[in-house]
């Protein structure tokens, strides 16, 4: 049994491993011909659909998780960006990564993806315009960040390697982490007790699932190989994709980084409506 488990982790993380260096090679190389300075323009913009969706793009090309956004969002800020294109950048930035996405699209299927792709993206501009629309900017503080900088790279190779690298040095770790939990579940994890527990089109499942993912750190390359697992051994979509939403959405210490820049009315907002976005996403699985 120990020997199989050992198998099929060697047999996802070399999977994994493959897809995450091609994909971040790839994309750190591209990078230098993203125009970072007019789509600030657009985050800018008066066109707030124009600016929603520009802050949407911005959170795409910038692969960061839940914690490292935070710098992001207060440089937005104190650039006096409109505070309702900060929220949506700040609740999709970490959702969407395109080097994450693309493995979920091997592991979980071209058309999850998609539909995981386009809920994120809507609830993320509907939630950044409603905080917006009921005032909560005032529960912003005034922080003063220093040691942040905005770099635009241009076409080199040796830059993208070196972004490559980097990124493995702060993303990997998660998704080896990620890839073991799995081989773990997978060969010692009966499939019946998850398929009888889990399995069943329970609705009540799907809440108590993104109750569970919000204050567990674990990054969106960690949940990708264990929610395949899982989806393997049985488990409903709903509950899997509602779990996947809100540990990427929000975690402890992101909650924590969030209270030095936001007052106690906003960050406990901003915790609720990652729980209804995820939550919501989950009952739209489970429908589908």
């Excluded at 099929?8 to 897809?19: D, V």
């Excluded at 998780?65 to 970490?94: A, D, E, H, R, Y």
């Excluded at 922080?143 to 390697?161: D, I, P, R, S, W």
């Excluded at 990652?274 to 589908?288: A, N, Q």
Aim: proline share 5%.
């Amino acid at each position: 049994m120990w020997l199989e488990t050992f198998k099929s982790f060697l047999s996802i993380a070399l999977e994994l491993t493959i897809l995450f260096i091609v994909i971040s090679f790839l994309i750190s190389l591209l990078q230098g011909f993203i125009p970072y300075e007019k789509i600030e323009k657009k985050l800018a913009g008066r066109n707030k659909l124009i600016a929603a969706f520009a802050a949407i793009i911005f959170a795409f090309i910038t692969p960061f998780c839940s914690c490292s956004t935070i710098p992001v969002v207060v440089n937005m800020l104190k650039k006096k960006m409109p505070f309702g294109i900060v929220m949506i950048f700040l609740f999709s930035s970490p959702v969407l990564d395109p080097t994450i996405l693309t493995i979920m699209g091997v592991a979980l299927g071209w058309k999850v993806t998609a539909i995981y792709t386009v809920l994120t993206t809507i609830f993320s501009i509907i939630i950044g315009f409603t905080l917006e629309k009921l005032g909560f900017e005032r529960s912003v503080k005034n922080v003063v960040m220093t040691g942040y900088e905005e770099q635009q790279q241009k076409f080199n190779l040796k830059l993208a390697l070196k972004e490559t690298l980097d990124l493995m040095k702060s993303v990997y770790p998660y998704l080896i982490i990620g890839a073991a939990i799995g081989a773990v579940i997978h060969g010692l994890v009966p499939t019946e007790w998850i398929a009888s527990v889990f399995g069943r089109e329970h609705w009540w499942l799907i809440p108590i699932a993104a109750i569970i993912g919000i204050p567990l750190y674990i990054r969106l390359s960690s949940m990708i190989p264990i929610s395949q697992i899982l989806i393997a051994k049985g488990m409903a979509l709903g509950p899997v994709m509602a779990m996947i939403i809100s540990s990427a959405g929000a975690s402890l210490p992101e909650v924590i980084l969030l209270k030095s820049i936001f007052r106690k009315e906003l960050v406990i907002t901003f915790v609720a409506s990652v729980f209804v976005m995820s939550t919501i996403s989950g009952f739209i699985f489970y429908l589908i």
